[in-house]
Structure formats: structure tokens, C-alpha cells
């Protein structure tokens, strides 16, 4: 009898999820926007998870209590306190399997980690890490830039934003930063883009970070430095979670997720330096597949099977029927 597995990534701007059978085989896919509980509540994490889970059982032509075992990695979900709230949003699917939550990096370290535990770096419109040892000992960081963890998009825009200034004030080098973000909202100078953000009638965000990545493969120092700098700090949070795991002298895997990983092979490189400096048997891995294929492995071992003797096939099949939604 066929067994099916759910797996669900919930993410700040999107969500996914996915069904696959004990072949590995990717059956159904469902899309939805932010359901991080920080930004939409409980409620909203609710909403979005019936949405797209519908969307998949629809699509692999099965129903609810079909699904043998789920995971959920949920962006936002990070302290003991969130586990009950979180649970009754899962209980609106009507599941009857086991279940499993973890924070979404974490389900991204499955996707991504040949042997299912190591390091989990995320990029994207801010950053996280969190880790795995073999017993599934957990390593993290707290996931808050004002803690003094950011190093994605947003805070590589605002280290932009803050060199623009110093070129003004005669504090800092000069930059082609600061045409480069002139010229991105219709700015005429220095003065007048640091007037209408100083004053709120301009507004720049993570989806400007691939002007600096622009700016540096132009040759600019400044905006080079910046794309060091923020390789250096990922490569900071892995090895945060690698003392806490105990790795320095073990051979295991960094996954490296999210499109901020996409700007530029320095980024990788410093990152790399930084962590082989404290744990020099670290490989580092560019996430490929999506990170919703560790939501189902993850399922898959809340059914008692082994996760892994399916991952490969689970990987081309997802990969292929995501291949095709995108050539309808």
C-alpha cells in the first residue's frame, strides 16, 4: 500500500507545500504567500497553510487523512513558547499523522546536507543559521539582525546606504554606490537621495541588494568590501552554531540558502574562509533543490521510515515537477 508525506516550508514572503509518495515521488505542489506568525499571526499562519495544502492533496488527487507523516519548517518559528499556537494552526489541516515543526533552516539543512545534519546558513531578505548534530542536538542563532545578526539583503543595503553617507559627510571614500542608488529612485545627488530617505519620501529595502552586488562586479572598493563584509558575518553565524555543536574537528556540510547566495562568488569565498579558520573539515553546499523537499523527509521520518533512502529521487522528481509548472 502506498504511503504518502507531506512537507511544508513557511517562509516571510512565500510558502510552499509538498506531497510525495515512498518512491520519492513528487505528487503535488501548492503555493501561497508570507505565513510567518510574526508577520500574518496565528490566524494567517492558519490560512496560508489550508490554503496550499489543499492546493497539493488536490494536485496529488488524495486527501487529508491519507498523509502517513508531515514537517513543517516555519520561518519565525524559533522558541519552545511558539509550539502550542503553532499546532493548533497545523490541527486546521485535519491530519491525522504525526507531525513534526522545526525553524525553516532547519528543513533547508535536510534538503540540502548529504547525511541530513550539519549547518544551515539562510540568505535572503535578512539572514539565519541553525544546525544539526548526528543526534539532532540543536545549534542556533537567534534570527534577529537587531541582535546583531543581519548580513542579507536589507542590512547589505542599509551598510550601502550608510557608505553613501560617509562619502557625503567627508566621513568615508568615495563610492559609485551612490550614483548607482541616485539613479535607482530618480534622485538627482547625494544630497537629495539622503533628504528623501532622511525625510520618508524615499524608501529602499532588501530588493535594492543586487545593485550593490551590481556595483561591485564593476570594480567599485567600497561596494566590494561590503560584499566581503557580509560573507564574513554569514561565515560568523555558521561558526556560531558550529562551537555550539561541537564541529571544529569534523568533516560535515554548510548549506548555503536563499537567492542572496546567487550575487556573488566572493560571498561564498569569504564565508568560507571565516568558517575553515575555526572548522577546516566544512563543505560548503549551494542549496539546489527546494527547501520544502527537507519538510517531506522530515515527514517521512514522523512515519518511522528511513528519510534519506528516498531524498535523491525525492530531489529530480520535485525538481521536475516544478520544471514543468514553470513551461505551462
Known amino acids: 500500500m502506498t504511503r ?6 513557511v517562509g516571510a514572503t512565500k510558502s510552499h507545500a509538498l506531497i510525495a509518495d515512498d518512491l520519492g515521488r513528487a505528487l503535488g505542489f501548492g503555493v501561497g504567500g508570507s505565513g510567518n506568525p510574526e508577520g500574518v499571526g496565528y490566524e494567517g499562519l492558519a490560512d496560508v497553510l489550508r490554503l496550499i495544502t489543499r492546493e497539493a492533496l488536490a494536485a496529488a488527487g488524495i486527501a487529508a487523512d491519507e498523509i502517513a507523516g508531515a514537517g513543517f519548517g516555519i520561518g519565525g518559528y524559533d522558541w519552545p513558547s511558539q509550539r502550542e499556537p503553532t499546532l493548533e494552526a497545523i490541527r486546521s489541516l485535519g491530519l491525522s499523522a504525526p507531525v513534526e515543526i522545526v525553524n525553516d533552516a532547519i528543513i533547508g539543512l535536510l534538503a540540502g546536507a548529504t547525511e541530513g545534519w550539519g549547518v544551515a546558513v539562510v540568505a535572503g531578505t535578512s539572514c539565519n543559521a541553525w544546525g544539526w548534530d548526528r543526534q539532532r542536538r540543536v545549534g542556533r542563532m537567534t534570527g534577529f539582525s537587531w541582535l ?3 548580513a542579507g539583503g536589507g542590512e547589505l543595503v542599509l551598510k550601502a546606504l550608510q557608505a553613501i553617507a560617509h562619502e557625503w559627510t567627508w566621513r568615508g571614500p568615495p563610492t559609485r554606490l551612490t550614483q548607482a542608488f541616485a539613479r535607482l529612485v530618480g534622485a538627482r545627488d547625494a544630497a537629495d537621495l539622503i533628504e528623501g530617505l532622511t525625510v520618508g519620501r524615499t524608501h529602499l529595502d532588501a530588493a535594492a541588494a543586487p545593485l ?5 562586479a564593476e570594480g567599485d572598493a567600497v561596494a566590494q568590501e561590503l560584499i566581503r563584509w557580509a560573507g564574513r558575518e554569514l561565515g560568523d553565524l555558521a561558526v556560531g552554531v558550529i562551537r555550539q555543536l561541537g564541529f571544529e574537528e569534523l568533516v560535515f556540510d554548510v548549506v548555503m540558502a536563499g537567492r ?3 550575487g556573488s562568488l566572493v560571498l561564498a ?12 573539515g566544512a563543505h560548503l553546499v549551494r542549496l539546489t533543490a527546494p ?11 514522523q512515519a518511522g521510515e528511513d528519510p534519506f533512502a528516498l531524498r535523491e529521487a525525492l530531489i529530480r522528481s520535485t525538481q521536475d515537477m516544478l520544471g514543468m509548472r514553470e513551461h505551462r
Open 269 to 280: 569565498d569569504c564565508m568560507r574562509e571565516t568558517i575553515h579558520a575555526v572548522a577546516p
Open 260 to 262: 542572496f547566495f546567487d
Open 291 to 301: 527547501p520544502v523537499v527537507g519538510g517531506v523527509l522530515l515527514g517521512v521520518e
Open 148 to 150: 546583531g545578526e543581519g
Open 212 to 216: 550593490v552586488f551590481q556595483v561591485a
Open 4 to 9: 504518502y508525506f507531506l512537507g511544508v516550508d
